[in-house]
């Protein structure tokens, strides 16, 4: 069996890593862990567990468990900004980070959108590049228990100051994948994502939003298998 992967889903839930766990589970013929963070999908949150840093330790605590090594860590939004904190916890049970239109940081002139106030379908119109092609959203109220979970971790702002800085000590390969039409982070913002990470790469997908584990696997994939 090949390497291990630990994919971490965004503010949308788990539901929204699921379908591209099994493709690549399918395609690499690899071990591929999908945790849902605490709080998420009905789930309990942890007394101890309360910001991000205490989430990429709980992650890592778990590769130690599972007795994992050369794991590609590859996360999605907020589970970008995961991703990045559990690469500069440096554990040598991880071989490459990927960060798929990942939050966190902060830009001037490329602010993220401030998703708490919006509705489903809103959310959703800033999520894709085009998100007629996508199922209606079951409801048209508020933001989801999910959309309030992510703001409990990252706080009204979902960013950390200190983290653009911090990027610098990431030392293993870290790729940085980005949607043309993310409307969520736009690409300048995950430009400076790439720029801020000494071994990144980086990469824009063409027809893709916030969310290309949903709007173009398939690309998303590709992208994956040459790390």
């Known amino acids: 069996m090949n390497n291990p992967f630990l ?8 539901q929204t890593m699921a379908g591209f766990t099994d493709l690549l589970a399918e395609r690499t013929r690899s071990q591929v862990l999908l945790p849902t963070h605490p709080g998420f999908g009905g789930t309990p949150r942890s007394a101890g567990v309360t910001t991000v840093a205490d989430l990429a330790a709980s992650y890592v605590e778990l ?15 907020f589970g970008g900004w995961l991703a990045a904190e559990i690469a500069l916890r440096k554990s040598p049970r991880i071989r490459a980070v990927v960060i798929v239109d990942g939050i966190g940081i902060e830009v001037d002139g490329h602010p993220l959108t401030d998703v708490s106030g919006l509705s489903p379908a809103e959310l959703r119109s800033f ?18 228990p999910d959309v309030q979970a992510l703001i409990g971790y990252t706080g009204p702002t979902m960013s950390d100051p200190t983290l653009i800085k911090r990027l610098a000590e990431i030392d293993i390969p870290t790729h940085v994948i980005w ?14 994502y790439a720029a801020a990470i000494p071994r990144s790469t980086y990469t824009l997908l063409p027809r893709t939003g916030h969310l290309p584990q949903l709007e173009t696997p398939e690309e998303l994939l590709a992208t994956l298998t040459t790390i």
């Open 63 to 77: 590769l130690e468990d599972q007795d994992l090594a050369n794991v590609t860590v590859v996360g999605n939004s």
């Open 7 to 14: 994919l971490l889903h965004g503010g949308g839930g788990v």
């Open 179 to 192: 949607g043309e039409s993310d409307r969520i982070a736009d690409p300048q913002y995950g430009k400076a």
């Open 127 to 144: 999520s894709f590049h085009d998100p007629s092609k996508l199922p209606a959203p079951p409801s048209a109220g508020g933001p989801s």
